[in-house]
């Protein structure tokens, strides 16, 4: 597609339930990153997928974060049992093989009430 | 390891004055350096880059030069407008297998009065 699509934009979910988050990168774009950014701060890296093998995993908060990504198309993250600290924006990019020039998405609201 | 440090906010300024939003960092390797800039209700986007030391980037009236004696990527504008009111990430990328990701600094809110 013309730039990077995630959803659902918004997502409100009680304590404790499971959420997934969609990323549809750029046609083409064999990288793609998650990032997290929390209500008046920086970007916080979770993970990055080089296809569909993510050679860095570093940034998952917990094992209750995991992520997938089918060939060099969408990916999904998933937060199990949701806490209120996971209240933040979720951030996806990707770019192409050189890596240069990440494009963002417009990321995805998550409020755990 | 990899890190950015960005001038702290919120900095407020009046139509047409100079701004400077200073970063610094740290890295092992040669980094390339970038900004992006969130406009309210905007995702991230690219401002400007510079791959290697003495390199400027430019765009939008805004200038950076990467200072590999100083390991700084200030970002400059001689005469901000009201349309510049965003957040500002510097951030860093070091190249190699399973270290493409960015690295940011904890951004800078920019206000500009007109």
């Known amino acids: 597609g013309a730039g990077v699509s995630q959803s659902p934009s918004n997502k409100v979910t009680e304590k404790g339930k499971d959420v997934e988050l969609r990323c549809d990168p750029i046609s083409g774009h064999t990288a793609l990153y998650w990032y997290r950014q929390r209500l008046g701060q920086g970007l916080e890296f979770l993970i990055y997928f080089q296809g569909n093998s993510a050679p860095d995993k570093s940034g998952l908060p917990s094992d209750r974060f995991s992520a997938e990504r089918t060939g060099e198309s969408v990916s999904t993250l998933t937060i199990q049992r949701t806490q209120q600290e996971d209240s933040a924006v979720y951030l996806c990019a990707s770019s192409s093989s050189t890596g240069d020039g990440y494009t963002f998405g417009s990321g995805t609201r998550l409020t755990v009430v | 390891g990899n890190s950015v440090t960005q001038m702290e906010g919120p900095v407020t300024l009046s139509e047409e004055a100079f701004l400077t939003i200073n970063c610094t960092y740290t890295a092992t390797g040669y980094p390339s350096l970038f900004w992006y800039v969130q406009y309210p209700g905007e995702g991230l986007q690219l401002l400007l880059k510079?791959?290697?030391?003495?390199d400027k980037g430019s765009n939008k009236g805004f200038e950076a030069t990467y200072r590999k004696e100083t390991t700084s990527f200030h970002l400059e504008k001689g005469s901000v407008q009201v349309s510049d009111s965003a957040v500002y990430f510097c951030a860093l990328r070091v190249q190699g297998w399973g270290a493409q990701k960015l690295v940011f600094g904890q951004g800078t809110r920019l206000t500009i009065n007109p």
């Open positions: 510079a791959t290697k030391a003495d």
